[in-house]
């Protein structure tokens, strides 16, 4: 299995009410088929798909898929003057912000907030990961 990820799919309860708050954010979605919507990232895709429909996909009862499972999907910035204006953008299209802009322990500056399904996401200016030119984001920088 080479290393990399190819597509992260999103449960949401309402595809269409999810597509519209990463929009506000100004995400850009991809044509596709009606009632999955994809977000082209670099390298890889953001896909929301309705919740109903993978849980039957895997085989497993809705209520099984939920709640905060230890992942959180980062978000990186060149700058630490980034991160409170994105979480601002956040609360504006609905979403929660969990934790407000602020500097960490290992030199970073973060916050964090969940969509409108409790997906949660960092945003993070690391200093000791400057991004490429185009945003992709490697540890220890570009």
Do not use: C
Not at 19 to 36: D, I, S
């Amino acid at each position: 299995m080479e290393q990399r990820v190819s597509l992260i799919t999103l449960a949401v309860k309402d595809v269409a009410t999810s597509a519209a708050f990463y929009e506000a954010l100004g995400w850009q979605r991809e044509p596709g088929e009606e009632g999955v919507v994809a977000f082209n990232l670099l390298g890889q895709t953001l896909g929301l798909y309705p919740r109903a429909a993978l849980a039957e996909d895997l085989g497993v009862e809705e209520d099984e898929i939920g709640g905060f499972s230890g992942v959180t999907f980062g978000y990186n910035v060149r700058t630490k003057e980034e991160v409170a204006p994105i979480l601002a953008a956040v609360e504006a299209a609905g979403g929660r912000v969990l934790r407000q802009a602020g500097d960490i322990f290992w030199g970073g500056y973060i916050g964090y907030f969940a969509d409108l399904d409790g997906h949660v996401w960092e945003v993070a200016h690391n200093p000791f990961s400057p991004l490429s030119d185009e945003g992709a984001f490697r540890w220890g920088g570009y």
